[in-house]
T-cell receptor
């Protein structure tokens, strides 16, 4: 069966520091991969999605970037974090754009 | 682009009562509508989904109805239990090949 791993679970970072969040999927090949951000008490905002290695689409302009160095690995990065980057970051995967998305456990990011 | 409106934002029911959450969407080309349940601090989990070629789908105490003409879909939970308490998100796929656009969520509280 397919599983999705996301780490770390929580992260506290100072303003201006770099960021790297990692997500990996097991049990499937060539999945669609997604990064979402959820602000406290808010809905899910799609940040990036990828349909294949090296293919990244950005949904909103921001201080973050994403990369897909391997088929089942998706990384969310920032060179310098802002206070507004705080939130709950969720990685998700699907077998296609019109197929159910399955979420990881998320990373709770706090910026001080 | 697609716009998804979800109502109500909060819903409180007595155990055993039914709960209904409604969503409207704007893109008539949307053809996939999932519902997610998110418990506090946890990942969103897919509970049911429906495609545009079906008007209703049921899974035990949960059902989803879709009205393509009116562009709205609803989640129905019967015989609610305290463990149904969570935030529920609806989503619609943008166009026929786009990404999911999420509603802002409904916080359901089931009182014993």
């Amino acid at each position: 069966s397919q599983t999705i791993h996301q780490w770390p679970a929580t992260l506290v970072q100072p303003v201006g520091s770099p960021l790297s969040l990692e997500c990996t999927v097991e049990g499937t090949s060539n999945p669609n991969l997604y990064w979402y951000r959820q602000a406290a008490g808010r809905g899910l905002q799609l940040l990036f999605y990828s349909v294949g290695i090296g293919q990244i689409s950005s949904e909103v302009p921001q201080n973050l970037s994403a990369s897909r160095p391997q088929d089942r690995q998706f990384i969310l990065s920032s060179k310098k974090l802002l206070l507004s980057d705080s939130g709950f970051y969720l990685c998700a995967w699907s077998v296609g754009l019109d197929q159910p998305q399955h979420f990881g456990d998320g990373t709770r990011l706090s910026i001080l | 682009g697609e716009n998804v409106e979800q109502h109500p934002s909060t819903l409180s029911v007595q155990e055993g009562d039914s709960a209904v959450i409604k969503c409207t969407y704007s893109d008539s080309a949307s053809n996939y509508f999932p519902w997610y349940k998110q418990e506090l601090g946890k990942r969103p989990q897919l509970i049911i989904d429906i495609r545009s070629n079906v008007g209703e789908k049921k899974d035990q105490r949960i059902a989803v109805t879709l009205n393509k003409t009116a562009k709205h879909f609803s989640l129905h939970i019967t015989e609610t239990q305290p463990e149904d308490s969570a935030v529920y998100f609806c989503a619609a796929k943008e166009g026929s090949q786009g990404n999911l656009i999420f509603g802002k969520g409904t916080k359901l509280s089931v009182k014993p």
